[in-house]
């Protein structure tokens, strides 16, 4: 089975040579396989949404290399990187960041129409995401006139409008309480099975964490797998 990500010996530090230097990551590798769900298990402050950032190519490491889909990404210019977060990696956040103007439908069928899909296979898609996570009824909805889950479900929906390779998520429930939380997050578990593709996951919720299929910690910038 070949990997979705490669982390490889990635190191950062901010405030590089300042008094001030803190050091996040030291050495961090990460395998993930095609298919696979990983849960990401840090305390606060040790780094996780930075090595998210990395792989997700919205940040660089100081040293060390990120393969996506079998090609390395450090040898890439920033036109390629950005194709690259566009059409093979999928974000979701803790708060679901949905553009407010515009109905659940539209916040999914934008990102696809930047990416040049025509509007009727864009609105199909678009559909058929938020019938996999039960809200179909609610596509004509503003986020404002949505609830906090399903507000993150259609967030889900639209990380996974182009077909990512790679879903990365930071607390994608972390916002919800219990009972809401493990529904969407059965939600997001519906999408990323039928669609097959390999995810990183943050999460502070073991009970959530041991639903995947492995957990990994990050204890002193280093990635500890069980």
Do not use: W
């Amino acid at each position: 089975m070949s990997d979705t990500l490669h982390l490889d010996g990635l190191t950062k530090a901010y405030n590089r040579g300042l008094p001030g230097e803190v050091t996040v990551l030291r050495g961090a590798s990460l395998s993930i396989a095609k298919g696979e769900v990983v849960a990401l298990v840090a305390p606060s402050g040790a780094g996780k949404s930075t090595l998210l950032h990395i792989a997700g190519l919205l940040d660089t490491p100081d040293a060390g290399g990120v393969t996506l889909a079998g090609t390395d990404m450090g040898g890439l210019g920033d036109k390629a990187r950005t194709a690259a977060r566009r059409n093979d990696i999928g974000f979701i956040y803790q708060f679901h960041h949905l553009l407010p103007e515009f109905t659940a439908l539209e916040n999914i069928v934008l990102p696809q129409l930047a990416n040049a899909v025509p509007p009727s296979e864009a609105k199909a898609r678009a559909i058929d995401l938020l019938t996999r996570v039960g809200i179909a009824a609610r596509a004509q909805h503003r986020p404002a006139a949505l609830s906090g889950g399903e507000q993150q479900r259609v967030a889900f929906c639209r990380a996974l409008a182009n077909r990512p390779k790679l879903l990365l998520a930071d607390e994608p429930t972390g916002n919800l309480d219990p009972a809401t939380s493990d529904q969407v997050f059965e939600a997001l578990m519906g999408l990323v099975r039928d669609t097959g593709l390999s995810a990183l996951i943050a999460t502070h919720n073991m009970a959530l964490a041991e639903r995947m299929d492995r957990i990994v910690r990050l204890e002193a910038g280093r990635v500890l797998t069980n």
